[in-house]
């Protein structure tokens, strides 16, 4: 089982800046996407950004502008920058990644972290 350890959520204030982090095991073979998801209390999990391992990005419209999305493929990294944040931030942020875990195995898997608070107060 592949465990994606996330850090960086907390509080902040409208108009601050909060960066997650989210990293892989250097053990897995191969990783395709990897990305940021949220859920906020009440909704459904969205997609906030994702970064392919060729560093073509996608991001939410209720995002674009205000965060940017990034990887270290040599570390099996992604990072999330938030800026300008809002109260509609507000979320629980879920790390994502698509991981072939061993060259034995043809098979990308979803895994997933346990999610990151961040609070946004007005």
Request: aromatic fraction near 10%.
């Amino acid at each position: 089982q592949v465990q994606l350890a996330e850090s960086g959520g907390g509080l902040v204030q409208a108009g601050g800046s909060l960066r997650l982090s989210c990293a892989a095991p250097g053990s897995v073979f191969s990783i395709n996407t990897m990305g940021w998801y949220r859920q906020a209390p009440g909704k459904q999990r969205e997609l906030v950004a994702t970064v392919t391992s060729g560093d073509n990005t996608n991001y939410a419209d209720s995002v674009k502008g205000r965060f940017t999305i990034s990887r270290d493929n040599a570390k099996n990294t992604v990072h999330l920058q938030m800026n300008s944040l809002k109260s509609e931030d507000t979320a629980v942020y879920y790390c994502n990644a698509k991981i072939r875990q061993s060259p034995l195995s043809p098979y990308f898997i979803n895994y997933w972290g346990e999610g990151t608070l961040v609070t946004v107060s007005s």
